[in-house]
Antibody
Framework: QLQLQESGPGLVKPSETLSLTCTVSGGSISTSSYSWGWIRQPPEKGLEWIGSIYYSGTTYYNPSLKSRVTISLDTSKNQFSLKLNSVTAADTAVYYC??????????????WGQGTLVTVSS | DIQMTQSPSSLSASVGDRVTITCRASQSISSYLNWYKQKPGKAPQLLIYTASSLQSGVPSRFSGSGSGTDFTLTISSLQPEDFATYYCQQTYSTPRTFGQGTKVEIK
């Protein structure tokens, strides 16, 4: 059974870089046709897709965050990572990692990690 | 970006009720529409993909329909564990976008 777990600092200072890692167990992140994604949810608000990375390393980002986001794979550790630079209080959110499954023309997020709260504050 | 609008934003219902949630896209998205359920403090869980396909392990009381711009999620007989917030998501174009959520509360 595929499981994902986010890890990283829970507190980041304004203007610094938010760095999170998602560790995948029960399957390989190198499996063809899989992508891996990051989604965030500000407190008491809805969901925002940040970006995804294909098993080959190809990335696609939300244009609203593209200038500040980097998603990468570490196949040796079966992990993928998120870096978001120049953070502000508006980046405070629960950050989720998920498998971004692509089947034919459709795609969806399943399963998800449990999420990790990142607060941006000095 | 494609805007997804859910209605209602919240509803109150009783166990056993039939519940319908609507999701409208700002442009046609064919059938590229997913539904998720989220309980407080938990990650979202996939219920329905490509508008009407039931995810493995999801109870058959959940169903999805629609195409183009208008979609519905129906719970045929609401159970206690169904009280949660439900989100639709379009995957027709990038960026992938979600609706604002519909909170289903106990009446």
């Amino acid at each position: 059974q595929l499981q994902l777990q986010e890890s990283g600092p829970g507190l980041v200072k304004p203007s610094e870089t938010l760095s999170l890692t998602c560790t995948v167990s029960g399957g390989s992140i190198s499996t063809s046709s899989y992508s891996w994604g990051w989604i965030r949810q500000p407190p008491e608000k809805g969901l925002e897709w940040i970006g995804s990375i294909y098993y080959s390393g190809t990335t696609y980002y939300n244009p609203s965050l593209k200038s500040r986001v980097t998603i990468s794979l570490d196949t040796s550790k079966n992990q993928f990572s998120l870096k978001l630079n120049s953070v502000t209080a508006a980046d405070t959110a629960v950050y989720y990692c998920a498998r971004h499954l692509i089947v034919g023309d459709g795609d969806w997020f399943d399963p998800w990690g449990q999420g990790t709260l990142v607060t941006v504050s000095s | 970006d494609i805007q997804m609008t859910q209605s209602p934003s919240s509803l109150s219902a009783s166990v056993g009720d039939r519940v319908t949630i609507t999701c409208r896209a700002s442009q046609s998205i064919s059938s590229y529409l997913n539904w998720y359920k989220q309980k407080p403090g938990k990650a979202p869980q996939l219920l329905i993909y490509t508008a009407s396909s039931l995810q493995s392990g999801v109870p058959s009381r959940f169903s999805g329909s629609g195409s183009g711009t208008d979609f519905t999620l129906t719970i045929s007989s609401l159970q206690p564990e169904d009280f949660a917030t439900y989100y639709c998501q379009q995957t027709y174009s990038t960026p992938r976008t979600f609706g604002q959520g519909t909170k289903v509360e106990i009446k």
